[in-house]
């Protein structure tokens, strides 16, 4: 059983072929929270995304970078970071760029940059991304047991 504020933080090369090291390894933590399939697969989806975006844009090319990820496990939530120490980025510049998602246009329409945050923001429920000295990328999903038993107590079938 994981106890409530546990810690597991890894350190991997930031190259591609050591993302799924970090997929397989938040894949186990959230299903022993207790999270459905379809969340563990939006959680490693998350991940991954935070991770490639370390992988291909904090280092130069000939520069060997390294990741942090972190995973603080508490009773109703996950919280996931990823850090480097690379090249620094001003996200409220990614995000105007990017700009607004119109869903008229097709997925290929879209332009490239940031969609990758894009994706990270709507699949967790809380992001927080700093850029002081490299880049951290803070994720939280929380763990919603119960939820359908919480809101049944409200609904009535009865007429009124």
């Known amino acids: 059983m ?24 938040v894949s186990g933590i959230a299903n022993r929270m207790g999270y459905s399939y379809d969340e563990i697969e939006d959680i490693k989806i998350a991940l991954s995304e935070a991770c490639t975006n ?3 844009h904090a280092y130069k090319e000939d520069e060997k970078g390294q990741i942090t990820i972190g995973f603080g496990i508490y009773e109703d939530r996950l919280e996931m970071m990823v850090l480097d120490r690379g090249q620094s980025f001003d996200y409220t510049k990614v995000s105007e760029k990017l700009g607004p998602v119109d869903s008229d ?32 990328v803070m994720m939280t999903k929380f763990l919603h047991r119960d939820g359908v038993e919480v809101d049944a107590d409200t609904i009535s079938s009865s007429p009124q």
């Open 105 to 136: 246009k097709s997925v290929e329409q879209l332009s490239e940059g940031g969609l990758g945050l894009f994706l990270i923001e709507s699949l967790m429920d809380k992001v927080e991304i700093s850029g002081e000295d490299g880049v951290v």
């Open 2 to 25: 994981i106890n409530i504020s546990d810690f597991v933080e890894m350190k991997i090369p930031a190259q591609a072929e050591f993302v799924g090291v970090t997929r397989l390894t």
């Open 54 to 56: 370390a992988v291909n």
